[in-house]
């Protein structure tokens, strides 16, 4: 196998760390050196040759191939077994909705949030329970951070480089978690958004921090939706009123209430979609005044169809704990899913 | 111990270069195919290799990829030095 | 477009064949691998599912802009 990349001599584990942050090729987090070995491990796991392409970000013109993903893998702390995620992550990344310039580069400070759906959770370990926004697990912890690494070095996403984040979040270390589809009533994610049935996939979202709302007053799943509605609506009010790709993180303790009452993913859907809107008045109780003008009755929909709502199962097994998750800024980056392992013949788009 | 490490960096585009001399007329020249192998393309360049005879070429040399998906294997572009011309196809 | 920008590289004028909808894949392509502006032929998009005779008429519409390509 040939890697195209430049080597470095260096005197050992510790020497590695001095030269790759002196070069800002890190997060600040120490990172595993990336040989030529760990590399090529990476993409014989994927079956890729090194120089394959896995996309192009056209404002740029920048080529992304699976050689320098898999650097940045090996040095998040992937396995090669990690890798393909990655991949897919960055495909999904690329597709032109998603815009991933835009997404990156803006004062907005989204982060990509990755979430996993699929047999691959299991053979990774991935834990979609406890702690699903956090650090859950080895898995999800490093995949998320290649993706960041990769976007670092390969696009130049640093911070007062491409990425002109006013304040950021700290998704932006790593913000990926796996859907917890056994113990959920409700088709996975993926397939809600057309991936098949069995199939590993990854969708990737540019999105804002998690937003924590509590309710363990109510079984009624209008109710509990209705606490959603209102963090959404903060957000619309505080934040950004454009509609957009929200996604919303359902714990089992409140998705026990929705499966005794019947309701699908589909419901759950229809119901955001009525109920989560505000009127352009209400920025005026919130220091926004100024900005209301004549158009006060104005109405706007956080979502403009039901379908840009992602629900995810998962969290916990206790605690009536759910999160809102909003977008960067309104329609302009779409959520993009692809299939893990079956881009043989995808266009680059 | 030392161990040696890769660039994680962007490994820079291409620079740009100078296309290959231009071709007044296929009269009496051989034209290479580098066919990608997808749906429709042996139908497509049969029918090319018929109209690059009409118009004068005295030879058509044909190759399929063996993977649709990546460069011409060297097999093929080792062929290339042969031509005077190639028509290359096809991207979808 | 990367096998005929190849062909270039090693020296024999090379006419690229697209079809219309990776127009725009493959005018990013040609500027990433350092030929912006590349000229190319494209033709209707799908070819999988066109019949010989439509096959036949893009043949011959690719030999002649194919020619206007290769003399410059």
Redesign the interface.
């Known amino acids: 196998m040939e890697l195209a990349s430049e080597r470095f001599l260096l005197d050992g584990i510790v020497a590695a760390q001095e030269f790759y942050h002196s070069r800002k090729w890190t997060d600040g987090l120490p990172v595993v050196p990336p040989t030529a070995e760990a590399v090529e491990k990476c993409l014989e796991w994927a079956m890729l040759p090194p120089d394959h392409l896995v996309g192009i970000e056209p404002v740029r013109a920048r080529r992304i191939t699976a050689e320098k993903l898999a650097i940045n893998s090996v040095m998040a702390g992937c396995l090669p077994m990690h890798f393909p995620v990655v991949v897919t992550a960055f495909t999904a990344m690329l597709r032109e909705p998603f815009l991933l310039h835009g997404a990156t580069a803006s004062t907005g400070g989204c982060a990509i949030l990755i979430v996993v759906n699929g047999p691959i959770r299991q053979e990774l370990g991935m834990d979609g329970t406890f702690n699903a926004l956090g650090s859950s697990d080895r898995a999800t912890t490093t995949i998320g951070r290649a993706v960041r690494l990769a976007l670092y070095n390969l696009l130049d996403v640093r911070p007062g480089d491409v990425d002109r984040s006013t304040l950021g979040h700290p998704g932006k270390i790593s913000y990926c978690l796996a859907e917890d589809e056994e113990n959920s009533p409700w088709l996975p994610l993926a397939e809600e958004r057309d991936i098949p049935q069995h199939a590993s996939a990854v969708t990737v979202m540019s999105a804002g921090a998690p937003r924590q709302l509590m309710n363990e007053w109510t079984t009624e799943p209008e109710q509990i939706l209705d606490t959603f509605c209102a963090e959404i609506k903060a957000s619309m009010r505080h934040y950004s009123i454009y509609p957009g790709n929200y996604a919303i993180v359902v714990p089992p303790q409140l998705r026990t209430h929705f499966t005794n009452a019947g309701w699908s993913k589909a419901d759950i859907r229809q119901y955001v979609f009525e109920n989560a809107k505000i009127y352009r008045r209400e920025w005026a109780d919130c220091g926004k005044g100024a900005v209301v003008g004549s158009r006060g009755d104005t109405e706007y929909q956080a979502l403009s169809e039901p379908d840009d709502l992602l629900v995810i199962a998962a969290g916990g097994p206790a605690g009536g704990f759910g999160a809102v998750i909003p977008p960067w800024f309104g329609p302009k980056s779409k959520a993009c899913t692809v299939a893990i392992g079956a881009c043989v013949d995808c266009e680059i788009q | ?11 820079g ?5 100078a ?8 009269e009496g020249k051989t034209v ?1 195919i ?1 066919s ?1 192998g ?4 042996r ?3 049969a ?2 290799e ?3 005879k009409q ?1 004068g070429a005295a030879r058509v040399v044909w190759h399929t ?1 063996a993977n ?5 294997e060297a097999s093929i ?1 080792a062929d ?2 042969n ?10 | 477009m990367h096998d005929a920008i190849t062909v270039e590289k090693l020296g024999i004028p090379a006419v690229g064949v697209m079809t219309t909808r990776f127009v725009s894949a493959a005018d990013l392509m040609a500027r990433v691998l350092g030929a912006d502006g590349y000229r190319y032929v494209a033709i209707e998009h799908p070819i999988s599912s066109a019949d010989e005779e439509a096959l036949d008429a893009e043949a011959k519409q690719a030999l002649n802009e194919g020619l206007a390509i290769l003399s410059g």
């Open positions: 111990m030392s161990i040696e490490v890769l660039d994680p960096t962007y490994g585009g291409a620079n740009a270069f296309l290959a001399g231009r071709l007044a007329s296929l290479g580098i990608n997808k749906r429709g393309t139908p497509f360049f029918s090319l018929k109209y690059l118009a990829k649709y998906s990546a460069p011409a572009t290339v030095k031509w005077d011309a190639a028509f290359v196809g096809i991207g979808d």
